[in-house]
C-alpha cells in the first residue's frame, strides 16, 4: 500500500540523475531551519508529463549545463566529479531511497557516491557497494519489491499535482522553489512569506499569455 505526500509538510523533490540537486544538498546548513521532507520522484515523468524536453537532449544547452554546474561546484568550494557518462539511469538508487525511506543523511551518502567520487550507481557491483555504503546490503533485492516501485511512482504522480516540475525543488508555505539557484528565494519567502502576497508579485504570477499558448 502506497503512501500519499502530505503536503501540510515542508517538502524537497530530488532525483539522483541531477547535478545541481546535489549541488544544493551540499549547502543543506544553509537551508531553512524547517524540517522537510526527502521525497524522490522520477525527473524524466516530470518532463513526460508537462512536456518538457530534457537539457541533456539540446546538445548546445547539455554542453553548457555539465560546465555551469562544475563551475557552481568550484565556485561553491564543493568537491565534484561527473559520472562516467550523463544522464544514466537513475532508478536504482530512487528505489533505494524510497524502500529507505531516507533521511538527509542516507540522501546525501548516495548523492556523493555519484556526484563526488564520479560513480555510476545503475551497474550492480556499484550499486551493491552504494548499498553496503548506505547501511542496507539487501537493497539490490528491496528494489525489487512491486510496493517500493509503486510508493516512487504514488510519489512522482503526486508532486505533479502539486506542480512539481523540476528537481530540485523545496514546496514551503504551498509554494515551489526550484533549481540549485533558488536557495536565497527560499530563505528570503522563509523570512518574509508576506512578499509572496505583495501586489506585484501578485500581478505578475498572473499574468496572461500574449501569444495564447501558456496552457498549451
Not at 557491483?125 to 547501511?135: M, T
Amino acid at each position: 500500500m502506497t503512501v500519499g505526500i502530505n503536503d501540510a509538510q515542508p517538502l524537497w523533490f530530488y532525483d539522483f540523475v541531477s547535478p545541481f540537486t546535489y549541488l544544493l544538498l551540499e549547502q543543506h546548513d544553509k537551508w531553512p531551519g524547517f524540517d522537510f521532507v526527502f521525497t524522490p520522484v522520477v525527473l524524466n515523468d516530470l518532463y513526460r508529463h508537462w512536456r518538457q524536453l530534457p537539457a541533456y537532449n539540446v546538445p548546445a544547452k547539455r554542453t553548457f549545463m555539465y560546465r555551469h554546474a562544475l563551475f557552481r561546484a568550484e565556485q561553491l568550494g564543493i568537491p565534484y566529479k561527473m559520472p562516467p557518462a550523463h544522464p544514466f539511469d537513475s532508478m536504482k538508487p530512487l528505489l533505494l531511497a524510497t524502500a529507505a525511506q531516507a533521511d538527509v543523511v542516507c540522501v546525501r551518502e548516495i548523492f556523493r557516491f555519484i556526484w563526488r567520487e564520479g560513480r555510476d550507481p545503475s551497474g550492480d557491483d556499484a550499486f551493491a557497494e552504494l548499498c553496503k555504503r548506505v547501511g542496507m546490503p539487501d537493497g539490490p533485492e528491496l528494489i525489487k519489491s512491486e510496493e517500493v516501485k509503486a510508493q516512487l511512482q504514488r510519489n512522482t504522480a503526486d508532486a505533479i499535482a502539486l506542480g512539481v516540475y523540476g528537481v530540485p525543488t523545496f514546496r514551503l508555505n504551498d509554494q515551489l522553489f526550484w533549481g540549485e539557484d533558488a536557495l536565497p528565494m527560499v530563505l528570503y519567502c522563509a523570512r518574509t512569506p508576506n512578499w509572496l502576497e505583495s501586489s506585484e508579485v501578485k500581478r505578475i504570477s498572473a499574468l496572461p499569455s500574449g501569444l495564447g499558448i501558456a496552457d498549451g
